[in-house]
């Protein structure tokens, strides 16, 4: 005999579930009192905010890969996991949703926090559930937890009912881990056509400018190796989205960087040029197309994504393949020739003119040359944070939140690890961070969790602070580049909108005092030649820290594609 | 140019409201939405014409809903000719679908 609150509990073992991150309310208490009897098993973190427990979830998701778990009650509490679940649906972030729902006879009555949720997030869940038959637990969770995680992953909604919870069930039927789930219209694809990869590999072969574009699904099937090895034996320079960050290492010889409406120049125009581009796991964002009818006009498209949804969706396709990009990398390895002495200098000349643009262009411009003032810099910031993580010994994740600050950490922070850079990108939820940290921090307690967030994305979310320390969270390091404005809203306002800063300056609380009132230790940097040692402090200090880094107010982020514009259309400076 | 695609998908409660949502979200104006039994236990028929000009992807976002089992565009044409397109029921629309 179990209740249903109970059998929830034993599914979430069951689905090797450790953490999760939550709110108790009304409707959800049933289940909050089963789970004091598992707390050896599973360990709830309480935050303060259930947009905080979805976030978290995320980043626990996004260091680990493993599904994240947030938990809320009915009505208000469900509608609060709103834009987590949104930002983890844009960014195909694996996550599992449970809600309390007011009790079955009470469902359309309008009863005390009673919203339809699952309603609501029909358009931003990849599947969602509502159950008010305990007998259906175990099959639901089961089902929620596939579709999370696999295919293209993403958020799944797990509604249930207070007497869905209260429920006792004589004898609960546990399906074997192994037994093959009844979805009959789910079938992730996961093996690209081999003709088709055969006739994408040749293009390639053939190409005398080829590129290659690395987006999350690389990160997302942990196939870095195998992009490294392709890129390697096909010479063929590569290019990260925001998500592919990580995806291929920075350092090497055939890394350009990042592309699009804050990319390089030389990616940009190499992206114009490029005869074949090569697109594995990514989804052609119109942040990284800019305007998508003059995206890349003389290349021959490449498109590896394993949502058929996706192939032509933004960028035509000439050759789409739907696969899992690591089983498509493979089989393209397999057909793959090793190149002559000819390919060999074809592809070294192409990647040689991509380096004589980087030259022609980066001195001239304003993000390399740090502006000749004593005023705190963000690239201050930056730089020194920078050099800590070339020369860190332990590992790190850097989490950033939504704005400046964020574009500035893509670009100017020399991204080596797979899964060490984790931001909200389609989404672009400011206040993602500071709980996306803790979350990340649960999943990875042995690394330091960098935090780079802006002023006003902090005041968003900043109450998971007493989470952090009530979790006795000790490795996550926050940094405000604050500069008291809305900063990326400010500075469209600067560049397209005459100055006219409607609602963008933003004061703020003093964040170390405000740190320290949450017994975190805080620290407030506004001198340049600080920044260093300040950034050595929080390394070494055994509890987490708040650094509040005064930078300069109106300093802007270089290049810039002003939004429906090409993107060799550039502002530098 | 109005289309008209046919799905099979689970009688689920939701699946008309998540398969309508792909539309609603693109502002797609339904012309005319049929909901059927088929001989398959559990699974249902789905008639809808609407006139959109990405049909395909709309095709393709149908079919990424997991109760969503089988999409088929049936015809394309004007309002008129496409008026008494739930008809349009052979050409394997009734295909077995293993649940």
């Known amino acids: 005999m179990m209740t249903g609150a109970q059998i929830m509990c034993e599914a979430l073992v069951r689905a090797r579930v450790r953490v999760m991150f939550g709110i108790p309310g009304g409707a959800i208490m049933p289940f909050y009192n089963a789970m004091f009897g598992y707390r050896d098993r599973l360990h709830h973190v309480l935050c303060r905010h259930e947009q905080g427990a979805g976030h978290a979830a995320e980043g626990y998701a996004r260091a680990s890969g493993q599904v994240g778990v947030c938990i809320a009650t009915s009505g208000p509490g469900a509608t609060n996991l709103v834009t987590p679940i949104a930002d983890a649906w844009m960014d195909s972030t694996p996550l599992v949703a449970i809600t309390g729902q007011v009790s079955s006879a009470l469902l359309g009555s309008d009863a005390f926090q009673e919203t339809d949720i699952t309603g609501i997030t029909i358009p931003i869940t990849k599947h969602s559930y509502l159950v008010s038959d305990p007998r259906d637990i175990p099959r639901v969770f089961r089902e929620a937890f596939h579709i999370a995680s696999t295919g293209r992953p993403g958020p799944v909604l797990v509604d249930i009912t207070k007497d869905a919870q209260q429920a006792r069930v004589e004898e609960v039927e546990w399906e074997d881990d192994s037994a093959p789930l009844t979805l009959p219209g789910y079938a992730p694809p996961y093996e690209g056509d081999r003709t088709v990869i055969r006739e994408a590999v040749r293009l390639l072969e053939h190409a005398h400018k080829p590129l290659i574009l690395a987006g999350n699904g690389v990160l997302q099937s942990a196939a ?16 990260t989205t925001l998500h592919g960050i990580g995806a291929f290492p920075e350092d090497h010889p055939l890394s350009l960087g990042m592309p699009g409406m804050h990319g390089w120049v030389h990616v940009n125009r190499a992206i114009q040029q490029c005869d074949v581009l090569f697109n594995i796991g990514g989804r052609f964002d119109d942040r990284v197309t800019g305007k998508a009818s003059t995206f890349a006009p003389k290349a021959t498209v490449i498109h590896v994504d394993i949502d058929p949804a ?27 020739g090793t190149p002559d002495a000819e390919r060999c200098f074809t592809t070294q000349t192409w990647l040689d003119q991509i380096r004589e643009l980087q030259s022609t262009h980066q001195p001239h411009q304003a993000y390399v040359r740090r502006p000749n003032t004593r005023q705190l810099m963000p690239h201050d910031v930056y730089a020194a944070l920078n050099r800590l993580l070339t020369t860190s010994r332990g590992g790190y994740r850097v989490v950033t939140d939504v704005g400046q600050h964020q574009m500035w950490a893509a670009q100017l922070i020399d991204w080596r690890h797979p899964r060490s850079h984790i931001t909200s990108g389609g989404a672009g939820t400011m206040g993602f961070s500071v709980p996306a940290a803790l979350g990340a921090a649960m999943a990875c307690p042995d690394e330091t969790i960098w935090v780079i967030v ?15 320390r009530q979790e006795n969270v000790r490795n996550i390091k926050i940094c405000i580049v604050n500069n008291g404005f809305l900063g990326m809203v400010r500075q469209w306002q600067e560049l397209f909108e005459d100055r006219v800063y409607s609602a963008t300056t933003l004061s703020g609380p003093c964040f170390r005092l405000l740190a320290e009132a949450y017994g975190l230790r805080g620290i407030t940097v506004e001198r340049t030649e600080d920044v260093e040692a300040a950034f050595e402090y929080a ?10 880094f005064r930078v300069e107010q109106e300093a802007n982020v270089f290049p810039i594609v002003p939004q429906g514009k090409s993107i060799g259309e550039m502002i530098t400076a | 140019m109005t289309h008209t695609l046919v799905a099979l998908v689970r009688d689920r409660p939701a699946v008309l409201n998540r398969a309508v949502s792909v539309l609603r979200r693109r502002g797609v104006v339904i012309e005319q939405l049929v909901l059927d039994r088929t001989e398959q236990p559990g699974v249902n028929r789905m008639t809808v014409s609407l006139d959109t000009k990405n049909v395909d992807q709309v095709v393709e976002q149908l079919r990424r809903l997991i109760d969503v089992l089988t999409v088929r565009k049936v015809a394309t044409g004007s309002a008129t000719e496409s008026n008494n397109a739930h008809h349009f029921q052979a050409d394997g629309a009734d295909e077995h679908v293993t649940d």
Request: charged share 30%.
């Open chain 1, 224 to 239: 870095t190796i195998e992009l490294r090895k392709f890129a390697e034996r096909a010479r063929i320079p590569v290019i």
């Open chain 1, 310 to 336: 996706e192939i032509g969706k933004n960028v035509r396709a000439d050759v789409g393949i739907v696969g899992d990009a690591k089983r498509v990398l493979c089989t393209m390895l397999d057909i793959l």
């Open chain 1, 454 to 468: 802006g002023d006003g994305g902090f005041q968003m979310t900043n109450q998971e602070l007493a989470t952090i």
């Open chain 1, 539 to 548: 390394r070494d200090y055994d509890n987490s820290v708040v650094i509040d």
